[in-house]
């Protein structure tokens, strides 16, 4: 038989396609053409197949040899079609049957020696290929714990390439998944550990239960980063869906560990401020990989001492906090990865950040050093929080005084609850990603009486129509943790206050 093929699958970003191996094997000169849009790795593949057939005990079929990968539109990355290339070698030269790899999707590596590599990217590249109806998969054993956590599938786990050739043509059995291990409980952060600070912790609370964005600002040891840090601890846990986002994520940026299980907690991430602009939202050349943006995915992202970023690397968040998503174009197509994330800024008041109250900066640098954070992204920032430093009293509190993030996370969890439930018509799971316009008409429009001062700092400038929708998103999340039906003024001063802050702006 000259022709075979075996299928695999090829991944842009989260997106998986199922890729069709085919091998011609003919008369004519010895050689191997592979065609298909391959990369740079995936071209030097013909070496790597051809050592570890040889070293595997197997004849080079010595022939004039074709391999095309469908669809050939399609951008080929990576090493993880070496297994599949091999055996569809070995079944056009005829030593394996065809018939054993139908319906069968081959991922993995090959070193010189024969062995099968871990790849990058299983997890959602089986579950593209559960899409389109294939049940049966061989990966390399060290990814196995990953491919168990895609459901009613068979995989097989192999180490070499030899083991694949007895496991087809003598039955010989591969690895099998073992039972995932207990899921490890969460523990060290809580929200009991902040002293004082009970504006920051309502902000916070109020930015868990609606989804908005935050900034917290003021002077360093006020308690930024430990409330920004314990965020994920009143988030409510990932449903199944988005822990299988999260950890496709992961498996594609090479994150997860060998005994992988799904992420439950939400993501936290918090890249130093000499981040590029590629690692906070994803780049690189060839294959656009995912930044920290993408990494935050359904959880937090936590820019500390916000305006030492550079001011490039924050307006490249403006788009995807708006649409969700990052597209990372290329010369060779786009690439597109998930980005909802909720984002958190620290910020100091001036360049010096003196906590002792000696600040010698002019009100020149202080406003040289905020503006570094644009007024349009900004202006995405729903809750806008002022903190003021520890007094004595509130440091030695008493720890029962002090509520837990168990405490916070059942209130978070009932006022979600009820945001789902009323917008579950209109697909919007949260208060924050309401759009304006339906919080504008009938029958979400609030009466004039509750945003009579809403409109009127619109009227003076303070908040621009975005900021306007904004504070009506946080002041429906008030409502939802007060138990109210709607808003009130109370609920829309309140979310205006914590849009305005002073000192935030």
């Known amino acids: 038989m000259g022709y075979a093929r075996v299928c695999a699958v090829g991944l842009v ?5 199922l890729v069709t191996v085919e091998a011609d094997l003919s008369a004519g000169l010895p050689g191997l053409t592979l065609s298909g849009l391959p990369d740079t790795a995936l071209h030097e593949a013909r070496d790597r197949v051809r050592a570890a057939m040889v070293n595997s005990g197997e004849a080079w079929p010595n022939r004039r040899i074709i391999v095309n990968l469908l669809p050939a539109t399609l951008p080929k990355h990576g090493s993880s079609f070496d297994l599949a290339i091999a055996l569809a070698l070995l079944v056009g030269a005829g030593r394996l049957p065809q018939t054993a790899l139908d319906g069968v999707v081959v991922l993995g590596e090959l070193g010189l020696d024969g062995t099968v590599r871990a790849v990058r990217g299983v997890l959602p590249a089986m579950v593209a290929a559960q899409r389109e109806g294939v049940r049966r998969f061989i990966v390399p054993t060290a990814n196995l714990a990953e491919a168990a956590l895609v459901p009613d599938v068979t995989v097989h786990g192999t180490d070499a390439l030899h083991q694949v050739i007895r496991f087809i043509r ?23 550990d902040v002293a004082g600070q009970s504006r920051g912790r309502r902000a916070l609370e109020v930015a868990a239960a609606g ?11 006020a308690g930024k980063t430990m409330l920004a840090q314990r965020l994920p601890t009143i988030l409510p846990p ?30 936290f991430e918090a890249p130093h401020h000499s981040a590029t ?41 403006r788009q995807p906090l708006e649409e969700g998503r990052i597209s990372l174009a290329r010369s060779r197509g786009a690439t597109v990865y998930p980005a909802r994330v909720q984002l958190v800024l620290a910020a100091n008041p001036c360049p010096c950040a003196n906590a002792a109250g000696e600040c010698q900066c002019s009100r020149v640098a202080k406003r040289r050093y905020l503006n570094r954070l644009s007024g349009p992204l900004l202006d995405r920032i729903d809750l806008r929080v002022t903190l003021f430093p520890i007094k004595p009293a509130q440091l030695f509190a008493e720890g029962d005084e002090i509520e837990t993030s168990a405490t916070v996370a059942q209130r978070v969890a009932q006022a979600r609850a009820v945001a789902a439930d009323r917008w579950a018509a209109e697909g919007w799971a949260t208060n924050s990603a309401v759009p304006g316009a339906a919080l504008r008409r009938r029958p979400w429009r609030l009466p004039v009486a509750a945003t009579r001062d809403l409109m ?27 138990g109210r039906a709607s808003p009130r003024a109370y609920e829309v001063n309140e979310a205006m206050q914590l849009r305005i802050g002073e000192g935030a702006s």
């Open 211 to 221: 989804g908005h964005h935050l900034l917290l600002h003021g002077p360093p040891g």
């Open 170 to 192: 003598d039955g010989e059995p591969l690895a099998a998944p073992a039972a995932p291990p207990p899921v490890p409980e969460a523990v060290g952060l809580d929200l009991a």
């Open 13 to 17: 970003g989260l997106a998986g396609h």
């Open 456 to 482: 009127r700092a619109l009227d003076r400038g303070a908040l621009s129509a975005r900021g306007h929708d904004r504070v009506l998103r946080a002041a429906w999340t008030l409502a939802d943790l007060a």
């Open 238 to 267: 990932l449903t199944d869906a988005q822990a299988l986002e999260v950890t496709a994520v992961r498996s594609i940026a090479g994150q997860l560990a060998p005994t992988a299980t799904l992420v439950r907690q939400p993501p």
């Open 277 to 317: 602009a590629a690692a906070l939202v994803g780049g690189g050349s060839g294959l656009a990989r995912p930044g920290a943006l993408s990494l935050a995915h359904n959880g937090v992202l936590f820019l500390d001492e916000a305006p030492e970023f550079s001011s490039r690397v924050l307006d490249a968040l």
